[in-house]
């Protein structure tokens, strides 16, 4: 075996290892669609009940993440951006869990700085995934743009009329549901071309 081969195996074994949790945003995206679909269809009641759904959303999200990040922090090296994501996730969703009463500004404040940090982690995934020579890197660099716009409109007019705010928070979700689908697709392709070349 020569350097070159030496050193492609060694990457490749990091991938592989790095990878191993490909299917936790594969779960963390349907969840995060199937509560948007929710919302689009009932956005009365989804509007009486939005900080518990977002909560008990973005809770979930929040464990997945930090399980994520601690079972990858030997094997990849933003494993603390995905630990504090999830932390981030989880205090938010307590937040909101705890105080029901929350205003509609607090909450679309609170929704708009989660949403617009999870745009900002996915714009970074998917540089990342560019450096590291993944097709289709484009994808989710533009649902990471879009899931920011939709963001920085919330936090901007937190006063916005009650339904404008169900749908452009449930777009928002639902693309981060796709972001986190279509990340765990290439992660799972990324695992899979590993384990061919190791053998």
Do not use: C, H
């Amino acid at each position: 075996m020569n350097i070159k081969q030496f050193i492609m195996t060694n990457v490749i074994s990091k991938i592989k290892g790095s990878v191993k949790n490909w299917w936790v945003f594969l779960i963390v995206g349907i969840l995060l669609i199937i509560g948007s679909i929710w919302i689009f269809r009932t956005p009365i009641e989804s509007f009486i009940n939005l900080a518990q759904i977002f909560s008990i959303l973005i809770l979930i999200s929040g464990v997945f993440s930090i399980i994520f990040a601690f079972t990858n922090k030997d094997k990849i090296q933003n494993w603390g951006l995905y630990l504090v994501g999830g932390i981030l996730d989880v205090v938010v969703g307590f937040i909101l869990l705890s105080y029901p009463g929350i205003t509609l500004v607090v909450f679309s404040l609170f929704i708009g700085f989660w949403l617009m940090f999870r745009g900002f982690n996915t714009i970074s995934t998917s540089l990342e995934l560019k450096k590291d020579g993944v097709n289709d890197w484009g994808w989710i660099l533009f649902l990471g743009v879009l899931i920011t716009i939709f963001a920085f409109m919330s936090i901007v007019n937190p006063l916005i009329g009650a339904s404008y705010l169900v749908f452009t928070l449930a777009l928002a979700i639902f693309l981060l549901g796709i972001a986190n689908i279509f990340l765990s697709l290439k992660l799972r392709n990324i695992k899979t071309a590993a384990k061919d070349i190791l053998g």
